[in-house]
């Protein structure tokens, strides 16, 4: 009788899903991932595959969808994830250690389920742009010279192909999400759907709003705020601190002089072998500090490289595996180059990246948008100070004061809200937020899905 039950109840779930399944294998059936290598069953579907974004310089980017883990996935609204860098993966951090239905076993070869997976509230979908990042080419050489507009607009020509591939996610509630060097990704490519909407009644890209989070936002405050936060937190000296804001040219992080450059390299020494992505806990042991410390000239001094160097292993095997890239339908061109999490190439050609996003938080906030940024509070790499001070520089409005937000009667963070703009930190969160706090990083979700303020506390903590 119980195994009657519980095939009975399979069947119906079965059927409940079919509907929408078979819209989606309709328009894309090639992509569909039947199951990948080391998997746990699932109650959702996934697809994968290239878009093309231009056929003459047989550039095509990179996607893995994640469906929505709800009894009606084609109610809930799509996301579109990217990881920054430039040059890193949303395939190897958003997907598979952050906000994915996955995570990777030390093994490199299987998965686990990922209990706060963002797939409970919508669908996901995780980008790999520009062309050379992750399993997304150029058969063009000249494509791996690239910047921040050419990552915009073959973002926005993705989306607008992809639709086509999958026409059920038109005129659906659409988000952008993202994280670290994604602060520059994902408001510029914000600013070109909401462009590109202008004047259309009913747009295929429903687009509602964006959040970014430890986010690159604007050159001169990233830099007062990350010297501000390694000084106070005890990183570096008093010297050293007052040699930085002696040397560094504010106004732009692109371009660092040698003398900058020099008393970085005091300013990482000071530092240390902690990991400046999450200050308060372990290294990992197997990686090497000056390779992930390393100064990359030419370009912004803070950004390095991924969280976790051992976690990035199990990445770097699992999607390097040939069954693995078979099961995703990646690599089909047989790239000549191994895939890795993030692209030093990539990163260190370079060439447009502007020095503020602040014009274009202005704009988006004129229009309405829905705009979240949010904070893990232990990142010395795109600290909190830097995104306050960028925020503030902004002149919102408040509408409600700096409060305390709770999950199950503990602070987890604090909260203000703007005229056009919410502001959430992590307490205990390093660079990425959803790596070290999962549990909260799913309420931030939801409450930014809903546009409802963080809890604030509950009465009986209020009044003991």
Not at 255 to 273: K, L
């Amino acid at each position: 009788m119980a195994a009657a039950a519980v095939l009975l109840a399979a069947s119906i779930l079965a059927l409940c899903l079919l509907p929408f399944s078979l819209a989606a294998t309709s328009a894309a059936a090639a992509d569909r991932i039947m199951r990948l290598p080391g998997q746990p069953r699932v109650n959702f579907s996934m697809y994968s595959g290239y878009v093309t974004v231009d056929a003459a310089a047989g550039r095509a980017l990179f996607y893995w969808l994640i469906e929505a883990a709800v009894p009606n996935p084609a109610a809930a609204p799509l996301v579109l994830w990217l990881n920054g860098g430039p040059g890193c993966s949303s395939v190897g951090y958003g997907a598979s250690e952050e906000v994915g239905a996955f995570r990777i076993n030390p093994d490199g070869t299987s998965l686990f389920l990922n209990p706060y997976s963002w797939n409970k509230r919508a669908n996901m979908l995780f980008l790999d742009a520009p062309a050379g990042v992750g399993y997304s080419y150029s058969n063009t050489t000249s494509d791996l010279v690239t910047g921040d507009n050419k990552t915009a607009h073959d973002s926005y020509t993705f989306l607008v192909n992809w639709l086509d591939r999958f026409p059920q996610y038109k005129r659906r509630d659409f988000y952008i999400a993202g994280e670290s060097y994604a602060g520059h990704f994902v408001p510029q490519l914000a600013q070109l759907v909401h462009r590109n909407n202008k004047g259309i009644k009913k747009p295929i890209l429903n687009f509602k709003g964006f959040m970014v989070g430890n986010a690159v936002i604007d050159d001169y405050h990233d830099f007062v705020g990350t010297f501000e936060y390694w000084w106070t937190h005890g990183l570096i000296s008093d010297d050293t601190y007052q040699k930085l804001q002696l040397a560094c040219d504010f106004d732009s992080a692109a371009h660092p002089s040698e003398a900058c450059n020099q008393i970085f390299e005091v300013a990482y020494e000071e530092q240390g072998t902690i990991d400046s992505y999450s200050i308060y806990t372990p290294a990992c042991k197997k990686s090497s500090s000056l390779q992930k410390r390393r100064l990359m000239k030419g370009h912004r001094p803070w950004l390095l490289r991924g969280y976790d160097p051992c976690t990035e292993g199990y990445s770097t095997k699992y999607y390097n595996l040939p069954q693995v890239q078979k099961a995703f339908r990646a690599n089909v061109t047989g790239i000549p180059y191994a895939w890795a999490g993030c692209s030093d190439d990539l990163s260190e050609n370079w060439k447009d990246s502007p020095k503020s996003m602040l014009p274009i938080y202005r704009e988006l906030i004129a229009a309405g948008l829905r705009i979240w940024v949010f904070s893990g509070d232990a990142d010395a790499v795109v600290p909190l100070t830097a995104t306050r001070y960028s925020i503030g520089a902004l002149n919102l409005t408040t509408l409600t004061n700096w409060y305390p937000w709770y999950e199950e009667e503990e602070v987890a963070g604090w909260c203000q809200v703007y005229g056009g703009l919410t502001l959430v930190t992590v307490r205990g969160a390093g660079h990425e937020v959803p790596l070290h706090r999962p549990q909260l990083a799913l309420k931030l979700f939801e409450h930014f899905l809903q546009d409802k303020p963080m809890p604030p506390p509950v009465q009986s903590i209020q009044s003991s």
